[in-house]
C-alpha cells in the first residue's frame, strides 16, 4: 500500500498573542489523509485554519502538537518539499522578468540547468497557455495570466503533489475554467492536487474528497458523492423493467400521489453542506 501524499495526525497549533495572557488555536487535534492520485478540497470560512493546515503542510509553520507528513516523511524535513508544488493565493513575482525568464529562475533554484531547464520552461508556457507571451514582461501580464504562470512555476520540477490556494482568485470565467480543465489533466498524470478554494462549485467538479474547517476543528470529511448524498430519501430510477412491474409500480405511485422516475440517494449541493457545517448552532435561550 502506497504512502498517502499528505497524512496529519493529531495536529493541533497554538499561536500566542503579543502582550497578552493568551493564546488563539488556529487547527485543533487533526487528522487528515490526501490519497495519491485524488484531488482534495480543503474548504473553509476565514479563520477556519485552512491557511494554517496548509503552511503545516508544507512545513512553513511548525505544529505545537502532531506530526504533519508528505509520502511518508515528516515535512519540516527539506527533502519532503522536493516533490511538492506550491501557488500561495497572492503569489508575487518580479514583474520585471519576462515569463520565460521566471520560469528559468524557479528551475534553477530546483535545479535544474542547460538543455533539461530549457525544454522544460518550453513545456510548461505550452501548458498554461502563455507561449505567445513568453517574452512579455509580467508587469504587463493580467490576473488570469499571473495565476497561470503561477501554476507553471508550481509545476516546474514536476512535483508529485501541488497545493493550490485559491488558484482562480481573481480570474474570469473562461480562465478559471482553463485552470480546472489544467487541475483535471494533472490528475490524470497522476499528480496529487491539494487545493483551497471559495469557489464551492468548481471543487464540486473537480475534487474526489473533500474536508471542511470550523474553527480549526474538522468538521466533514469524506468522499464528494457520499457527502452531498440526503439522508433518509430515496430517488428511484428503473430501466428494462417488465411492464407487468411498471404497472404494479405506478399503480402504487397513483395511489399516493407521485409518480416514479429514479431511485438513488438524491444530492445537496456542496454549497449548502458547506453553510451547514460551518454555521454555529444558535444559542439555547435561558429559562
Known amino acids: 500500500m502506497s504512502e498517502p501524499a499528505v497524512a496529519l495526525s493529531d495536529v493541533t497549533k497554538v499561536f500566542p498573542v503579543p502582550f497578552h495572557r493568551r493564546s488563539i488555536v488556529a487547527v485543533r487535534d487533526l487528522n487528515l489523509e490526501v490519497a495519491s492520485g485524488q484531488i482534495y478540497g480543503l474548504l473553509g470560512p476565514n479563520g477556519s485554519g485552512k491557511s494554517t493546515t496548509l503552511k503545516i503542510i508544507l512545513g512553513l509553520v511548525t505544529p505545537t502538537r502532531g506530526h504533519a507528513k508528505i509520502f511518508g516523511r515528516d515535512s519540516d524535513e527539506i527533502a519532503s518539499r522536493e516533490s511538492v508544488g506550491f501557488l500561495p493565493e497572492n503569489p508575487y513575482f518580479h514583474k520585471f522578468l519576462t515569463g520565460e525568464e521566471t520560469l528559468k529562475f524557479y528551475g534553477k533554484l530546483c535545479g535544474l540547468r542547460g538543455a533539461g531547464l530549457k525544454q ?168
Open 120 to 287: 522544460r520552461v518550453d513545456d510548461m508556457l505550452s501548458l498554461v497557455g502563455l507561449t505567445s507571451a513568453r517574452d512579455r514582461r509580467l508587469a504587463g501580464y493580467s490576473k488570469g495570466m499571473l495565476q497561470r504562470i503561477g501554476l507553471a512555476q508550481a509545476l516546474i520540477q514536476e512535483p508529485a503533489l501541488l497545493v493550490l490556494d485559491e488558484p482562480t482568485a481573481g480570474v474570469d470565467p473562461a480562465g478559471a475554467r482553463d485552470i480546472r480543465d489544467l487541475i483535471l489533466d494533472l490528475k490524470s498524470h497522476g499528480i496529487t492536487v491539494l487545493l483551497s478554494s471559495h469557489l464551492l462549485g468548481q471543487v464540486q467538479e473537480i475534487c474526489d474528497r473533500v474536508g471542511i474547517l470550523a474553527n480549526g476543528s474538522l468538521v466533514r470529511e469524506g468522499a464528494l458523492r457520499d457527502l452531498l448524498g440526503v439522508e433518509n430519501q430515496t430517488q428511484l430510477i428503473l430501466q428494462g423493467a417488465s411492464p407487468q412491474f411498471l404497472a404494479e409500480i405506478e399503480a402504487q405511485a397513483v395511489r399516493s400521489g407521485a409518480r416514479v422516475i429514479e431511485r438513488s440517494h438524491p444530492r445537496t449541493s456542496l454549497e449548502q453542506l458547506f453553510l451547514e457545517a460551518t454555521d454555529p448552532p444558535d444559542p439555547q435561550p435561558h429559562e
